[in-house]
């Protein structure tokens, strides 16, 4: 079963709006963290944002915040007054502690393009 | 600070040879650093968990032979790619994780993009 779920396999926004990116995530550990990272076209990949699944209050970095839903378990990155920079993929991703090796799964991603 | 470099940015090779492929963190000590590959248009895939001082954890799927991970020292890791072939071409990623550093993310190198004739 795929643990990190990205329904939007391409969005489009205009610039100087903001736009909401979907993530839900399935897990049965209660220790978790949850990420966004930006791919742009020359492949390095960007840190955005940073969740743990304890933390009370949703993340936020910028012109980025996440909306954490434990419960529905969704994780969705809200850009704010997007940029033409911002175009680019941007994957979810989810850290749960897996034989004491904590490594990250990866979403399929969502292509955003910002429109002038 | 938090930089992870790869080096070769890009190689390409003939069918047959090795690639190695290094991965170090230039400002701070990772104990774990993983290997990613990703295809065109499509979303990372994690190959291995490389451990410093162990041998490294492959995902299922992926030969552990053929991807040599070797993580010496608490700064550098490589993965060789033996017997190169075309369906080896990727984009190959590393990253180390940050926690040593008092981070909570995974730091990315720029990437690997491996072409094989």
């Known amino acids: 079963a795929q643990k990190i779920t990205q329904t939007q396999p391409g969005m489009f926004v205009q610039e100087k709006e903001a736009v909401t990116l979907d993530c839900t995530y399935d897990?049965?550990?209660?220790?978790?963290?949850l990420f966004w990272y930006k791919q742009p076209s020359s492949g390095e990949m960007i840190f955005l944002i940073y969740?743990?699944?304890?933390?009370?209050q949703n993340a936020t970095e910028g012109r980025y915040s996440l909306n954490f839903q434990k419960a529905r378990k969704s994780a969705n990155l809200v850009i704010s007054a997007s940029q033409l920079g911002d175009s680019a993929m941007y994957f979810c991703?989810?850290?749960?502690?897996?034989?004491?090796?904590?490594?990250?799964?990866f979403g399929k991603g969502t292509k955003l393009t910002v429109n002038p | 600070g938090a930089v992870v470099s790869q080096h070769p940015s890009r190689v390409i090779c003939k069918s047959g040879t090795s690639v190695k492929i290094e991965c170090r963190s230039l400002?701070?000590?990772?104990?774990?650093m993983f290997w990613y590959r990703q295809f065109p248009k499509q979303s990372l895939m994690l190959m291995a968990t490389?451990?410093?001082?162990?041998?490294?954890?492959?995902e299922q799927g992926v030969e552990k032979d053929k991807f040599l991970i070797n993580h010496a020292s608490l700064t550098l890791s490589t993965l060789t790619v033996t017997s190169a072939h075309p369906e080896d071409s990727s984009f190959y990623i590393c990253?180390?994780?940050?926690?040593?550093?008092?981070?909570?993310?995974?730091?990315f190198g720029p990437g690997t993009r491996l072409t094989v004739l």
């Open positions: 990253s180390a994780d940050g926690r040593l550093a008092g981070e909570d993310e995974q730091f």
């Open positions: 897990t049965s550990d209660p220790s978790y963290g």
């Open positions: 969740q743990g699944s304890y933390d009370q």
């Open positions: 991703a989810m850290r749960e502690p897996q034989g004491g090796s904590e490594k990250l799964v």
């Open positions: 400002d701070f000590q990772a104990t774990t």
């Open positions: 490389s451990n410093e001082g162990s041998k490294a954890t492959y």
